[in-house]
């Protein structure tokens, strides 16, 4: 078998796949440890679906987080502790190398430096053409190649991705002696940030939120709309990574900035309100396109399965993508021990079944909130505002961040306090299952 990939889907697939006596090798173009701009976040529920974590993790630097603060477009804010810990918080340099190492101990042959740009399906094996000339041939091959997934665009799986279903992340991974945060233990996001600052000076000058809100550009803002983008600050042990995020036909439409002149001018911003210390660095700064239109419709067919971001396995309210990513990678290695030898006519709908089981209804719910959200600045501010009042319901969702609840039970809960978002999912469902239907009497 070969996955195409070394990040955490592909790592975690050849892990599975060599642990299961399976001849694997893990193909990459890169050389590890290498850099993976990423904001580095994962909810502890990872501890619980991968146990083996536990004990490797210890090998790199690792922090872990109880507290989030949380801001809205206008400015409203909240703080959320969960009296323990609720988030894992790594680099990606060291955490990726060591899944890398994971999947070699199990047996995984891992080879790198091999950049893929042709792949061919055949009747009975699968072609792979690296930019030097190599081929590699496999009976199934795991497409774990990223966003830009040239095995998925070769073999049709995915044609590209539109730019309303991408995000551009503009962020940057410095050492805490040149950059960092003010509060290590705390997490920071804000949900339809204003680039331009409005916001901001809004707090750094003691006003109000009030009145029409401007949006990117100056263009006023429609009073429901907000900005679709988001920003953070993730504490690192001894770094810490600040971003800035829109949805990149937002960004086309609405930012008239180039990527690193919006990241410059939000860590000064954040410094002027005391969140963070010191100065951006240029060279600590790469932009990335993280997907957020939801999971491929079929993320395997015949003899490939796309795991990962190639898949769209990410949050898109929250953009996490690591958990998601390893997930599937387990999911397509336990798909194709279940069929072998051979790749049967149903290892794909296998797979594909799998992942709509433990993860598609989550991640295709997190596109329904981050459309429902950001189609109104009041629901986000009622979110946040209601956040101290609605304690029960934080407990709820932290006992999911953390492993100790399943999202099918916290989707219940959620749904039955928000009337019009359960009408929305209960409305896009009936449509999507009378076209399903009418695409099969055509």
Same mark, same amino acid.
């Given at each position: 078998?070969?996955?195409?990939?070394?990040?955490?889907?592909?790592?975690?697939?050849?892990?599975?796949?060599?642990?299961?006596?399976?001849?694997?090798?893990?193909?990459?173009?890169?050389?590890?440890?290498?850099?993976?701009?990423?904001?580095?976040?994962?909810?502890?529920?990872?501890?619980?679906?991968?146990?083996?974590?536990?004990?490797?993790?210890?090998?790199?630097?690792?922090?872990?987080?109880?507290?989030?603060?949380?801001?809205?477009?206008?400015?409203?804010?909240?703080?959320?502790?969960?009296?323990?810990?609720?988030?894992?918080?790594? *680099?990606? @340099?060291?955490? /990726?190398?060591?899944?890398?190492? $994971?999947? &070699? %101990?199990? +047996?995984? =042959?891992?080879?790198?430096?091999?950049?893929?740009?042709?792949?061919?399906?055949?009747?009975?094996?699968?072609?792979?053409?690296?930019?030097?000339?190599?081929?590699?041939?496999?009976?199934?091959?795991?497409?774990?190649?990223?966003?830009?997934?040239?095995?998925?665009?070769?073999?049709?799986?995915?044609?590209?991705?539109?730019?309303?279903?991408?995000?551009?992340?503009?962020?940057?991974?410095?050492? *805490?002696? @040149?950059?960092? /945060?003010?509060?290590?233990?705390? $997490?920071? &996001? %804000?949900? +339809?940030? =204003?680039?331009?600052?409005?916001?901001?000076?809004?707090?750094?000058?003691?006003?109000?939120?009030?009145?029409?809100?401007?949006?990117?550009?100056?263009?006023?803002?429609?009073?429901?709309?907000?900005?679709?983008?988001?920003?953070?600050?993730?504490?690192?042990?001894?770094?810490?990574?600040?971003?800035?995020?829109?949805?990149?036909?937002?960004?086309?439409?609405?930012?008239?900035?180039?990527?690193?002149?919006?990241?410059?001018?939000?860590?000064?911003?954040?410094?002027?309100?005391?969140?963070?210390?010191?100065?951006?660095?240029?060279?600590?700064?790469?932009?990335?396109?993280?997907?957020?239109?939801?999971?491929?419709?079929?993320?395997?067919?015949?003899?490939?399965?796309?795991?990962?971001?190639?898949?769209?396995?990410?949050?898109?309210?929250?953009?996490?993508?690591?958990?998601?990513?390893?997930?599937?990678?387990?999911?397509?290695?336990?798909?194709?021990?279940?069929?072998?030898?051979?790749?049967?006519?149903?290892?794909?709908?296998?797979?594909?079944?799998?992942?709509?089981?433990?993860?598609?209804?989550?991640?295709?719910?997190?596109?329904?909130?981050?459309?429902?959200?950001?189609?109104?600045?009041?629901?986000?501010?009622?979110?946040?505002?209601?956040?101290?009042?609605?304690?029960?319901?934080?407990?709820?969702?932290?006992?999911?961040?953390?492993?100790?609840?399943?999202?099918?039970?916290?989707?219940?809960?959620?749904?039955?306090?928000?009337?019009?978002?359960?009408?929305?999912?209960?409305?896009?469902?009936?449509?999507?299952?009378?076209?399903?239907?009418?695409?099969?009497?055509?």
């Amino acid at each position: 078998m070969i996955v195409v990939g070394a990040g955490p889907a592909g790592a975690t697939a050849a892990r599975t796949l060599a642990s299961g006596g399976i001849r694997v090798r893990l193909i990459d173009r890169s050389a590890f440890p290498r850099n993976k701009p990423c904001g580095g976040g994962i909810s502890l529920r990872v501890l619980r679906r991968f146990p083996y974590l536990d004990r490797e993790l210890p090998r790199i630097a690792t922090h872990v987080i109880s507290r989030l603060h949380l801001e809205g477009p206008a400015g409203e804010s909240t703080v959320i502790s969960a009296g323990r810990p609720a988030a894992l918080m790594i *680099r990606r @340099v060291e955490f /990726d190398a060591l899944l890398v190492s $994971l999947a &070699v %101990a199990a +047996g995984a =042959d891992l080879i790198s430096g091999a950049d893929v740009v042709h792949a061919r399906e055949d009747a009975d094996r699968v072609t792979l053409t690296t930019r030097d000339g190599r081929r590699f041939h496999a009976p199934i091959v795991v497409a774990a190649d990223g966003v830009h997934s040239i095995v998925a665009r070769r073999l049709g799986l995915n044609p590209g991705w539109p730019a309303s279903a991408v995000a551009l992340d503009m962020m940057e991974e410095s050492p *805490r002696a @040149v950059l960092r /945060d003010v509060d290590p233990s705390t $997490l920071w &996001v %804000a949900y +339809g940030y =204003d680039h331009q600052g409005r916001q901001a000076d809004r707090l750094l000058h003691g006003e109000k939120p009030a009145g029409r809100p401007l949006g990117p550009g100056g263009i006023a803002c429609p009073r429901r709309g907000t900005p679709e983008g988001y920003a953070y600050v993730f504490p690192k042990r001894d770094h810490v990574n600040i971003g800035i995020g829109y949805v990149l036909s937002h960004y086309r439409q609405a930012v008239d900035q180039a990527p690193y002149d919006v990241q410059r001018a939000f860590v000064a911003r954040l410094r002027e309100r005391n969140i963070v210390v010191g100065e951006s660095t240029r060279k600590n700064f790469t932009p990335f396109i993280i997907p957020v239109g939801g999971p491929l419709r079929e993320p395997g067919r015949g003899r490939v399965l796309v795991a990962g971001d190639a898949g769209g396995f990410v949050n898109a309210f929250t953009a996490e993508g690591i958990y998601y990513a390893m997930v599937s990678g387990d999911l397509a290695a336990r798909a194709i021990l279940t069929c072998r030898p051979d790749a049967s006519p149903g290892l794909a709908r296998r797979y594909g079944r799998s992942c709509d089981d433990e993860i598609g209804v989550e991640l295709r719910d997190s596109v329904r909130i981050q459309q429902y959200l950001f189609a109104d600045r009041r629901r986000i501010a009622r979110i946040i505002g209601g956040a101290n009042r609605e304690r029960a319901l934080i407990q709820l969702i932290l006992e999911f961040v953390v492993g100790r609840r399943s999202y099918r039970g916290l989707r219940r809960r959620m749904l039955a306090r928000s009337p019009l978002l359960a009408c929305r999912v209960a409305w896009e469902r009936l449509v999507k299952k009378n076209i399903v239907g009418l695409g099969a009497s055509v």
